[in-house]
């Protein structure tokens, strides 16, 4: 198998360079299935026998294996703005939900029911810490993004440097919290964070804006970094990604640019 290279800001230090070439393990995401998915401008979300593609106030449900579409729910409130990302625990749907681009960032937790795509419950966080753009639970807690973005530091103070993954009890009390690796805060350009999830190992996933990149993070054994560890070619761009629940090392991401929903499994090259 020949491994595309990745793409790199020739601006980069010949010091990052080299870390990042080093970074990578041979392992790669080869795509296994691509859907038509009209919403999926966001992200994605996987359960074991549907997908649900999501865009900023829409999500869709497909069956997984044929892409058969199923259901949509829209917002008719006005509420809903910025949906970034979706994941599915204990049959319920939660999604990170922001105000961008507005400025002062502000986020909430939207819950849905996966039958009916109706919402149930939230949680708000109000102006706090970023713009929320994905959630999962690990090993009894809450893990939720917060980024902030480089295009917004003339308005905000910050820039993507102060994203964090913030660690969360059952009733919203924040227990901890990291920030991302400089060297990879500059794959982001003037964007951050997008979509990511923590596998049963408790690696992290995630990705950036636009690149077809995912990257493999470790939480650190002392610190408050976390721990940038490989980087995987992806066949789609940054945005929400999900893990599927039946199916060990197939990630599910979108291709915004066409409106498609793409499954991809991780293999190691030869």
């Known amino acids: 198998m020949i491994q595309r290279l990745p793409i790199f800001p020739t601006r980069l230090p010949i010091g990052i360079l080299i870390f990042w070439f080093s970074n990578l393990s041979g392992q790669t995401i080869t795509q296994i299935h691509?859907?038509?998915?009209?919403?999926?401008?966001?992200?994605?979300?996987?359960d074991h026998q549907y997908f649900y593609a999501i865009g900023n106030r829409i999500i869709e449900k497909y069956d997984k294996q044929t892409g058969e579409f199923f259901l949509q729910w829209r917002d008719s409130s006005g509420i809903f703005k910025?949906?970034?990302?979706?994941?599915?625990?204990?049959g319920k749907l939660y999604c990170?939900?922001?105000?961008?681009?507005?400025?002062?960032?502000?986020?909430?937790?939207?819950?849905?029911?996966?039958?009916?795509?109706k919402p149930i419950d939230s949680h708000s966080f109000g102006i706090d810490i970023g713009s929320a753009t994905w959630i999962d639970r690990y090993a009894g807690y809450?893990?939720?993004?917060?980024?902030?973005?480089?295009r917004f530091k003339d308005h905000t103070g910050t820039d993507n440097r102060w994203t964090q993954l913030v660690k969360f009890s059952d009733q919203w009390e924040k227990l901890a919290s990291w920030i991302l690796p400089s060297d990879l805060l500059e794959r982001f350009d003037d964007m951050s964070n997008s979509?990511?999830?923590?596998?049963?190992?408790?690696?992290?996933?995630?990705?950036?804006?636009?690149?077809?990149?995912?990257?493999?993070?470790?939480?650190?054994?002392?610190?408050?970094?976390l721990q940038w560890i490989d980087t995987l070619q992806a066949p789609f761009e940054g945005q929400g990604i999900a893990a599927d629940p039946g199916q060990e090392g197939i990630?599910?991401?979108?291709q915004r640019s066409s409106k498609k929903v793409v499954a991809g499994k991780i293999e190691t090259g030869k």
């Open 195 to 225: 979509g990511g999830f923590i596998d049963g190992s408790g690696k992290i996933y995630i990705t950036g804006h636009d690149y077809k990149e995912v990257y493999i993070l470790e939480f650190p054994p002392h610190g408050y970094a």
């Open 34 to 46: 691509e859907f038509h998915a009209p919403a999926a401008h966001q992200a994605v979300a996987v």
């Open 251 to 254: 990630i599910f991401g979108i």
């Open 142 to 150: 809450w893990y939720v993004a917060f980024a902030h973005y480089n």
């Open 82 to 90: 910025h949906l970034n990302s979706g994941v599915i625990i204990d």
């Open 96 to 117: 990170a939900h922001s105000n961008f681009p507005d400025i002062p960032m502000a986020s909430s937790i939207e819950i849905f029911d996966p039958v009916s795509l």
